[in-house]
């Protein structure tokens, strides 16, 4: 009831315009990985050991990534460049299928610049291509496109692609879709950002549109409605 009433109040702020709302169109079931920060649904026994799962933006919580281990002994290519993630990582993340690379996601590769969250923030990890609140430090780090990476990582394969990469997602959807970098992916979880400065919920709508026609539906969305899973159409 909570869920349902939560996204009825949804619906009242996409009507104002501040909110984007989606129905999910997968009829399936879904399992749960991860804790209740950093976790994420995806499609029962859709993995398996011989699955490349790309896990974009970890921060300090990579519970959603070692619960896929646990269950199907998939491979875990991780990327997040951003300094405390390198280090939180090497200090607590011991794992032969998970492998930390220090690359951002972005529509363009070379260089990125991402804000660096002020130490009092209520998330003081995540950092972001945008300035939010009073942030003015940022690190210039190395980026990738979606397609280079898969060329450099895993010979082409992601049967899953999990982005939480702090607004950055929007510019990797349109790139990664006209350049078809995202054919080979069956499930796509994405966290969208449209709270952010110079975004808004016009921003996730276009972004949604855009994976519709390349060929996914969105089978899950979370209660904060940031959180989308999409699946490939049968």
């Avoid at 879904?30 to 699955?51: C, Q, V």
């Avoid at 209520?122 to 940022?138: E, H, L, N, P, Q």
């Avoid at 450099?152 to 990797?172: F, N, P, Q, T, W």
């Amino acid at each position: 009831m909570f869920y349902r009433a939560l996204r009825r109040f949804t619906i009242l702020k996409a009507l104002l315009g501040r909110e984007p709302f989606h129905l999910a169109r997968y009829s399936g079931d879904l399992e749960f990985h991860g804790s209740s920060y950093g976790g994420w649904s995806i499609i029962p026994g859709s993995l398996d050991s011989s699955s490349v799962v790309y896990s974009v933006g970890i921060g300090h919580d990579v519970s959603f990534d070692l619960s896929l281990i646990r269950q199907y002994g998939c491979r875990i290519l991780a990327f997040d460049p951003t300094p405390s993630a390198v280090e939180w990582a090497a200090e607590n993340v011991r794992h032969p299928l998970f492998e930390l690379h220090p690359f951002a996601l972005a529509d363009h590769g070379g260089d990125l610049n991402l804000y660096l969250p002020q130490p009092n923030a209520a998330d003081s990890v995540s950092a972001s291509i945008y300035r939010t609140g009073a942030a003015t430090d940022f690190v210039t780090v190395p980026c990738r496109t979606f397609g280079n990476l898969l060329a450099e990582h895993s010979g082409g394969r992601c049967d899953l692609l999990k982005m939480d990469i702090e607004g950055a997602e929007y510019g990797v959807i349109r790139e990664a879709t006209a350049r078809g970098s995202l054919e080979g992916v069956r499930q796509l979880l994405v966290e969208f950002h449209h709270w952010m400065p110079d975004l808004g919920a016009s921003a996730t709508i276009e972004a949604v549109r855009t994976l519709r026609k390349s060929g996914f539906q969105v089978a899950w969305v979370s209660r904060t409605n940031h959180e989308y899973l999409f699946v490939r159409n049968k």
